[in-house]
């Protein structure tokens, strides 16, 4: 045999698709799902897992009512539509009823205006920093005002207070420009700082407080003139409010009676259906026992009867069978712990009679199929109904609030600006007659404040004179609080203020998580770099800064802000509870981005730093343009990961009275309404917060990859 | 040992060293820590000069010319850098960092910034020139060390001879009198030393003062006019290439020769 090993081939073949399992979505699930025997089990077991715990909660999601003023509503629409027994279903009318509550906490709701814009300008001031390449670089002036922008947006007070602010920056400036020339950079810098914080502490109330002043004095003609005229036009507007309210009022009784009489038959027929099958399987334990049957057997029986009509509240069973129902429960309760077998036997027989009599009750006044489903479209057309009432009441009620606030507060500065002309009138020379007084005084006791400590022995005279004075001072001091007032109100040009308790829901966690974030950054950054200092004094500020506000726990700090920060701060120093927290929280983040931008700091070659050296750049210069964007590059994970944790740790301003959502999750579960409903509110909550942090997590990733491929 | 460098004529027209004196060390000691790393180092540079360092590894020759701007500190004794005196004085330090120009020896070049960035980074933020301006400066650079393509790539998709070539565009951008070189090719594979061989020779046929710590021999025979042999710290010999690598005097530089030229 000869072998032939030579081989020419006469066609070349062409490309050729794979087989089917090696390709596309079948491929996939071999290589991904079906691997191997430990991946094939994996498989199945996970499916098995997610099928279980998505099957009980998309029943309850499904099972979504939207339309109820009270748990107690809620559950009567549940029962309604459901088989009794299973009550299972979210009751989304709690987020429907108080979600501006949630969103915006007790702000009013006349201002939510405000609110939403501060909101939306912020995504505006926030484009130019997060796509840097996509908008117009104008729109950093904007980025860079919107910070003293936000706060009188929200807070309100006059249009002149956050350029006040902004000027703290220019006073600053120049005391750089006149400074650096005389005394180098050291004290260039140092200067601006002090001029800055000068201008901003000791200055700008004054400043702000004169021209509150000068507008006043502008106005104060026509201030009261106005407020009449305010006062007038409100009261024909309120008493129509007024009206509307109770117009709606009644109408919501009717709507409630309406809904409750539509209620009442359906929930028999509903009760009437569902027992009719129970009573059957009830008697069938019972077929064929007797008194032949042993104690064993006929236990059974009863526990299973027991069992299965323990749902069952006679309250809402049809008339006649509530009483019988009852018996037959006691009875097949009483004999579960029968030890006397003949008892037990012969109350077989009894229950089985009871059980037939309330069939045939089941039987009568049964409700046809298409009456029922008639009854059930006509009763959540009520609860619709109802619902939307109650919106337009809720709404009513708003404007009555506002109304009578503004009038309140007409009415209120129209007393004090009467009341400061008496005083004024009544004592022309209040302050002469002080004085006078004052002088009139034995040397040892001329600076009491208080008749109460006058010493034993005083001469009565004296004791008079003493008394005067304190009296046009009382009167002087109360004329003073009263322009005070008024200078404030009639000379402010700009938003009507809004107190800081009136701050809450998801708005307080967004002002305190943007503002912390925006502010624990650049100060992180400055830590870390402290950190890496040579300068001994500045390396162990930063480190103990660090380690110390690390070292305890944020709701210390925050308890602290809320308890002891006045003591550190100079007498009569009032700050802002929310001011307070966002300092504290702000402090608390900046520790860590410190650590995270360390980590990034060291992770840059030791080359980088002396390239930059070698070309002559100063320590500032080689920081901004070399080392901190390739640093930060490497820490992008890390800081926003910090920023993420430290928008959900706002959370915590729960503990120091504060309302954030959660803490109003708490006051309305408070509310006879809402009392004993939690996962909607927690899962509303959840939700809000989960849309903000996952969206910071998807940019990190984002600008993570855009810098990854801009230098690779 | 390379030869690439001396695979062509050199123009030596421009290579004149005037009297001007440079770089003037005197008695400077440097300790790291304990160790004495730099022992009574006197050196004058001339400008024009082209001056090669060697020795062995641990000998301080990176040291000493890191010492000249100041990226290391020394204790002892005086550095006068085109008569400035550097002390701890940060105004000095920048200033003269600003006309020393500097190669490493893993280039160094920012990873963030394109080629051009790269080159214009300096003198706009040191020199205040106006961005187009330096970018002009800095192409002309570029295209002088024959990479004008690559301005807009970031310097990770350059090459390693590329890179280098880069950074010593960068130093030039800055206009410097001086150029210090720590061991420019030590990094670098073989068929890329020549390409920044090259460049560092036409700086050199320039006239430019050069100070360049290196194991090219090649190099030295061809460009320099002084070779330094430095050990433990000390300057051990110094002379002219063809003396120094034909008839060297220590027993030391007999041994480091041997080593380097003998395979």
């Known amino acids: ?712 | 040992m390379s030869d690439a460098a001396t695979d062509r004529a050199i123009d030596r027209s421009q290579m004149t060293v005037s009297d001007e004196v440079a770089i003037q060390i005197t008695a400077m000691n440097k300790w790291y820590g304990t160790f004495h790393v730099l022992r009574d180092i006197n050196l004058t540079v001339y400008r024009g000069e082209r001056i090669v360092i060697c020795g062995p590894s641990g000998s301080g020759k990176s040291t000493l010319i890191r010492c000249i701007n100041r990226l290391e500190e020394h204790q002892a004794g005086q550095i006068i850098v085109d008569g400035t005196e550097l002390s701890s004085d940060l105004k000095n330090i920048d200033k003269i960092r600003s006309e020393v120009g500097m190669c490493f020896q893993h280039f160094n070049l920012f990873p963030h910034l394109t080629i051009l960035e790269n080159c214009t980074l300096a003198p706009i933020w040191v020199r205040k020139t106006p961005k187009k301006e330096a970018e002009e400066i800095a192409m002309h650079f570029l295209r002088k060390v024959k990479i004008p393509e690559q301005a807009d790539k970031y310097p990770g998709q350059l090459s390693g001879g590329q890179q280098q070539r880069v950074a010593i565009a960068r130093s030039l951008c800055m206009k410097p009198r001086i150029m210090l070189f720590d061991e420019p090719t030590s990094a670098l594979d073989p068929e890329m030393i020549k390409e920044v061989l090259d460049t560092m020779i036409e700086l050199a046929e320039e006239g430019m003062t050069m100070l360049c710590v290196t194991h090219e021999m090649g190099f030295a025979q061809a460009v320099a006019n002084r070779v330094i042999f430095m050990d433990q710290g000390q300057i051990v010999e110094q002379n002219e290439p063809r003396e120094f690598f034909n008839n060297p005097q220590s027993d030391r530089t007999k041994l480091f020769l041997s080593q380097i030229l003998g395979h």
């Open chain 1, 1 to 712: 045999m000869t072998q032939n090993l030579s081989y020419v081939r006469a066609a070349m073949i062409d490309q050729q698709d794979p087989p089917l399992t090696q390709k596309g979505a079948v491929r996939w699930v071999r290589e991904n799902l079906l691997s191997g025997w430990l991946n094939i089990l994996l498989t199945v077991l996970s499916i098995a897992a997610i099928w279980y715990v998505t099957s009980h909660l998309l029943h309850w999601f499904l099972n979504a009512v939207w339309n109820a003023g009270s748990l107690t509503e809620c559950r009567e629409v549940l029962s309604v539509l459901h088989q009794v027994g299973d009550n299972s279903g979210a009751c989304w009318g709690v987020i429907r009823d108080r979600w501006t509550q949630l969103l915006f906490g007790s702000y009013p709701p006349a201002f939510y205006w405000r609110s939403i814009l501060a909101m939306i300008l912020l995504v505006v001031a926030l484009m130019p920093v997060l796509f840097r390449d996509k908008v117009s670089g104008k729109l950093y002036y904007f980025s860079a005002f919107y910070p003293f922008l936000m706060p009188w947006l929200l807070w309100g007070g006059s249009f002149w207070v956050p350029l006040l602010a902004v000027a703290g920056f220019g006073v600053g400036y120049v005391a750089l420009r006149l400074l650096t020339p005389v005394g180098g950079a050291v004290l260039g810098v140092v200067g601006a700082i002090v001029a800055a914080l000068v201008w901003w502490i000791v200055a700008m109330t004054p400043i702000n407080d004169a021209l509150h002043r000068a507008v006043a004095n502008m106005r104060i003609e026509g201030a009261r003139d106005a407020l009449i005229a305010t006062q007038d036009g409100l009261a024909p507007r309120i008493a129509q409010i007024e009206a509307d309210r109770d117009a709606v009022t009644a109408q919501v009784a009717v709507a409630v009676a309406a809904k409750n009489a539509i209620y009442a038959p359906l929930a028999t027929e509903q009760f009437r259906r569902s027992v009719g099958p129970v009573l059957d399987e009830v008697a069938a334990l019972f077929d064929g026992l007797g008194a032949t049957s042993t104690q064993a057997d006929l236990a059974a029986a009863y526990v299973g009867a027991h069992r299965l009509l323990l749902d069952f509240a006679p309250a809402r069973a049809p008339e006649g069978m509530g009483p019988l129902l009852e018996q037959i429960k006691t009875t097949v309760r009483v004999r579960v712990t029968e030890d006397n077998l003949a008892d037990a036997q012969e109350a077989v027989a009894e229950i089985g009679a009871l059980v037939a009599q309330a069939r045939g009750l089941t039987a009568a006044n049964a409700m046809s199929d298409a009456d029922l489903a008639t009854g059930q479209a006509a009763f959540l057309g009520a609860m619709r109904e109802l619902t939307a009432l109650r919106e337009t009441q809720t709404r009513i009620g708003a404007e009555l609030f506002r109304m009578t606030e503004e009038r309140r507060g007409a009415t209120t500065l129209l007393r004090n600006i009467d009341q400061r002309a008496a005083n004024i009138a009544a004592h022309p020379g209040l302050l002469a007659a002080a004085e006078e007084a004052r002088a009139a005084l034995p040397e040892s006791v001329a600076l009491l404040t208080s008749a109460d400590d006058l010493p034993e022995g005083l001469a009565p005279a004296d004791v008079a004179q003493l008394r005067d004075a304190l009296r046009a001072e009382a009167a002087l001091a109360s004329n003073e609080g009263a322009t005070f007032s008024i200078y404030y109100e009639v000379g402010r040009v700009g938003l009507q203020p809004v107190p800081s308790a009136s701050f809450g829901g998801f708005q307080l966690s967004l002002i305190i998580g943007v503002a912390g974030i925006a502010m624990s950054l650049p100060l992180g950054i400055l830590l870390a770099l402290g950190r890496q200092s040579n300068l001994l004094i500045i390396n162990k500020v930063s480190v103990g800064f660090i380690e110390i506000i690390r070292g305890v726990p944020l709701i210390v700090w925050l308890l602290t802000a809320q308890f002891l920060l006045n003591y550190f701060l100079p007498p009569g120093t009032e700050f802002d509870l929310v001011l307070r927290v966002i300092i504290m929280v702000t402090l608390f983040a900046s520790a860590y981005i410190a650590e995270v931008v360390r980590g990034g700091l060291a992770a840059l070659p030791r080359g980088q730093y002396e390239a930059a050296d070698a070309l002559g750049l100063d320590y500032w210069k080689s920081m901004q343009l070399i080392v901190l964007p390739q640093a930060l590059k490497i820490s992008i994970p890390g800081i926003v990961n910090t920023f993420i944790g430290l928008f959900k740790d706002t959370t915590l301003v729960l503990f120091i009275g504060l309302f954030d959502p959660l803490g109003l999750s708490n006051t309305i579960r408070a509310t006879t309404e809402w009392n004993g409903i939690y996962w909607e509110l927690f899962i509303f909550i959840g939700v809000l917060f989960f849309i903000f942090c996952f969206s910071m997590g998807r940019y990190s990733l984002f600008l993570e990859r855009k810098l990854q491929r801009e230098n690779r």
